[in-house]
Structures are given as C-alpha cells and as structure tokens.
C-alpha cells in the first residue's frame, strides 16, 4: 500500500445542476424553462419523468449543506436557474429567486465551503425559446444581461463563476440529435448555437472584466479522449475528426480564436452559411481564468465511409468494462487529455467540474448502498489525475458528479450518478452511499491510498 499526496492547495468538491435536483418548478415566480416544456411532453424523457420534483432540493438545501458537512466537502459547484432570476429571460427580475440562491450561498459560506456558481446548466427560460433561443443572436445579449445581475449580486461572495456548462451538448443534442431541450433536429442549427454560446460567454467574460470583480470566470467543456481502431491513415483522420467534433470545436475558438480548419472543411456548404461575424472570434477568445473540464469516456473509432456521420463509426471493445450509462470505462483517457490540454491549448489552472459514473445502485438490507464500482471508477480516475499532476499539469481541483443522485435528462431518474442515494419512494430521503464515506476519507487526508 503506498499514498498518493495531492497538491496542498488541492480542492475536493462535488457538483449537481438546478434542474436536476431543485424541483419546485412552479414555486416563487419561477419561469417556464425549456426543459420543463420538453419533459412535460410525452416521449422526450424515460417514464415520463420530469424535474417537478427532483431531489427537492429547493426546500432542502440546508439538509444538502449538512450532507456536503458530513462528506467534507471543500467545494460546491451549482448551477443557477435562469427562470428563477428572470422568469421571462429578460425584464423583470424575481427577487425569491434571488434569495433562495443567497440562502444557499450562505449557508455553504458559513460551512466554510466554496461555491462554484454555473450561470448555465441547460434551462433556458422558455420565454425566450418563443423568441429563437440559441438559435437567435439576440440571445447573447440577454444572457450577458442575466450574467451582469447575478455577478452585481453575488461577486463577492461567489469566487469562482463557470459561464457554460458543455456548450456542445446544448447545441448538438439540443438542436443536432434532438434528445435533449427544445429538441430541434437540425446540423445547420446545432452549428449556429455553438457559435452563439460561445460568442454570449465571450461577452459576459468581458462584462465580468469591465465590474473589476476580483474573483475568476472560466468555462466547463465535456471533453473527450478520442482513439483509433488501427494505425490505418484514414482510422487515424477519423479519431482526429472526432476529437474535432466534440473538443476541438470549442477549444479552438476559445483558445486559438478560430474553428478546427479539419472539419469546417467536412461541414462545408453548413459552415459557410453560419452568421459568424468580424469580431466575434476575438470575443470569443477573451482570456480566461480556468478550464472546467467534465469528463466520462473515451472515444475509439474507425473510419466508415458510409457512416453519415463524418464518415466515423463508434466502436465498443468487448473486454472492456461499462457503466449502467454503457459508457466504456477509461481512466488513461483523462490523463491523456489533461497532458494533450496542457501541450496544445493551456498553461491556465484546470479544474476537472465532472467526473463519476451511474450504476445501478439499491439500498442493501442493512441500509447503505454499497457502491464499490463508483468508488473503483473513482479511485483509478483519482489516480489518472494524479500522474498528470506529477507531470506538471496545472490540475486545481475535481468535482465528483453527481453530490446526489437526480434528474438525468432524457433518462430521468432511471440512472443513478450520485455519491448520495435518493429514495425516490419514500419522500426524497437521502442515504450518502459507501462512496461518499470513501471520498471522505481521501479528502481528510488530502491522498488516495492505492
Ligand atoms: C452534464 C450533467 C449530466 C452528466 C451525466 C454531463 O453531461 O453536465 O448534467 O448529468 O454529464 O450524464
């Protein structure tokens, strides 16, 4: 047995998202946002599940608190609900919303522990889908607009602001594949969202600049490792193309000012009809404090000439292992994608904003929920970070998904990422499950034993 000491300085937290846990849909002004549209519509989410409810967490947050206590949490990284501020997106503000999250803000101040505030996480107000949402250019404006109320608000209390949360999910599986809200299936559309989210994070980085706020801005990305099958030349176009697809698409304009030459050229007749104008690739790439990084699988692929999508075909190896979300299992990939980070888009602090893994948890008849396969999938990604650490990556802190288990969008509650258990059955009772008390223990002692 030997330990793995972190960084002194090294933050340990945990992160959930408002529509995933906070419910109370409908309560103290709160707005219409597009994903209570979307899971109100039958069909789009797995037993018809919608965030009505969630974990609750809008009447319990004190009780979370203490849970985040009980775990020893040196961070917690949230996301703010648009439509609770501004329940039309734009225009009149709801002061209860505002208040809730100062309720919450204190009560982790007074536990010693850090927020970390994501200004999007996913509910658009719907009142402004009515209007185009990402789709529209005017949504840039509004959303720097949203950002300035919550950054007058709470800039001194919040140290650390997150603008996206993975900006391509939004725009490919909001508007590209449709699983997610508003569900719109249109290439042409998912590309004009990614241009608009990154140009309204540009201009509310600049606006966070202009307050003189003295705490941090970055952004959170889901990030990929992406391999191929074979050294074949075109397996090897084909990995690169993917890792343009999902990282290169983001990083490049936020970090080199321009979209991925590679695979502007696959799209296109679509790029060239994309609204993208003079300066908004230098807005875009307003320096940033940090990167968040969410990460859960790798990507290994093949090239099929066939295959519609940029002539790349997925490929699932058969001795690997699986989480109950089928995503392979592949601890180096962190670690190839933290050195790949720090050699080819930034030196500045990275935080790893994600990382965990649904199973199919129960409650045993003693009452816990032993969860050894999350604390496996943790301890060998821990230790991925580590190594990277070690080669001089400037990794700052990780954040466990999910603090509890909830809403996982078109799954509903059917796939379980916390390291806290949720009996949905008997009133949202929560259960921290063996991981939890695991995560403790490292977070104590600041080192993983391996
Ligand atoms: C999202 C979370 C989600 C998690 C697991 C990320 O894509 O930010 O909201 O629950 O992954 O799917």
């Not at 993975?166 to 299936?185: M, T």
């Not at 099929?304 to 075909?313: A, H, M, Q, V, Y």
Request: aromatic share 14%.
């Amino acid at each position: 047995m030997s330990r793995l000491y972190f960084p002194k300085d090294f933050i340990w937290g945990s992160a959930t998202a408002a529509y995933q846990i906070e419910g109370a849909y409908q309560e103290d002004g709160k707005g219409e946002s597009i994903w209570d549209r979307f899971s109100h519509t039958p069909g789009k989410v797995a037993n018809g599940d919608t965030g009505d409810v969630a974990c609750d967490h809008y009447h319990r947050y004190k009780e979370d608190v203490e849970l985040m206590k009980e775990i020893g949490l040196d961070s917690y990284r949230f996301s703010i609900s648009w439509p609770r501020i501004l329940p039309k997106g734009k225009g009149e503000i709801n002061q209860q919303g505002l208040d809730f999250y100062r309720g919450l803000i204190n009560e982790l101040l007074k536990a010693g522990i850090k927020p970390v505030v994501t200004l999007y996480h996913w509910d658009l107000p719907q009142a402004l889908q009515e209007e185009g949402g990402w789709a529209n250019r005017e949504i840039v404006k509004h959303f720097v607009n949203y950002a300035e109320i919550l950054f007058n608000e709470f800039g001194d209390v919040v140290s650390q602001w997150i603008t996206h949360n993975e900006p391509f999910v939004v725009a490919f599986n909001g508007h590209g594949s449709g699983d997610h809200a508003p569900g719109i299936k249109d290439q042409q559309v998912a590309l004009q969202v990614a241009h608009n989210l990154l140009l309204s994070h540009g201009l509310a980085v600049k606006k966070f600049r202009e307050l003189k706020l003295d705490n941090e801005i970055g952004i959170t990305l889901n990030l990929i490792s992406s391999y191929p099958i074979s050294d074949n030349v075109e397996d090897n176009k084909a990995a690169k193309r993917m890792e343009d697809y999902i990282n290169g698409w983001f990083l490049e304009p936020l970090f080199k000012g321009r979209y991925p030459e590679r695979i502007v050229e696959f799209y296109g007749e679509k790029f060239n009809n994309l609204d993208i104008r003079e300066d908004d690739m230098g807005l875009i790439k307003e320096e940033i404090d940090f990167l968040g990084i969410n990460y859960y699988s790798r990507s290994l692929v093949r090239y099929n000439k066939d295959s519609k999508f940029l002539g790349i075909e997925g490929v699932k190896p058969q001795d690997s292992q699986y989480t109950a979300m089928d995503w392979e299992i592949y601890p180096k990939g962190l670690y190839d994608l933290l050195i790949k980070l720090n050699q080819e888009y930034t030196q500045k602090p990275l935080y790893i904003t994600e990382n965990g893994a649904a199973f199919d948890d129960k409650i045993s008849e003693g009452g816990g929920v032993h969860d050894q396969d999350r604390i496996d999938y943790l301890k060998a990604h821990f230790q991925s970070a580590y190594k990277a650490i070690q080669e001089g990556v400037a990794l700052k802190g990780y954040y466990v998904w999910s603090l509890m288990d909830n809403f996982e969008w078109a799954y509903g509650y059917s796939k379980r990422f916390g390291i806290t258990y949720i009996d949905y059955e008997n009133n949202q009772r929560r259960i921290l499950k063996d991981s939890a008390y695991w995560y403790k223990n490292i977070i104590v002692n600041n080192s993983l034993e391996v």
